[in-house]
């Protein structure tokens, strides 16, 4: 059903901008402060979440497209 699609579509694309939110929060954090083990551990867990949502997000983009 494309109302499902795009529902699932909108979850993640606020999902990204969540995760964008806070990918942002913590390098002005890193620039301000520098970076340590944890941080860097911290940041490397966003920017993966961050990768896994962009990829589910295309292929629910992909999906909707072939269903027009």
Same mark, same amino acid.
């Given at each position: ?7 699932? $579509?909108?979850?993640? /694309?606020?999902?990204?901008?969540? /995760? *964008?939110?806070?990918?942002? /929060? ?7 402060? *520098? ?5 860097? $551990?911290?940041?490397?867990?966003? $920017? ?21």
């Amino acid at each position: 059903c494309i109302s499902s699609a795009a529902s699932d $579509v909108y979850k993640r /694309q606020v999902e990204m901008k969540r /995760q *964008g939110n806070n990918l942002n /929060q913590a390098m002005r954090s890193i620039n301000a402060y *520098g970076i340590d083990r944890q941080t860097a $551990v911290q940041l490397e867990n966003a $920017v993966q979440l961050i990768s896994s949502t962009a990829s589910e997000l295309s292929t629910l983009l992909s999906k909707a497209k072939e269903r027009l």
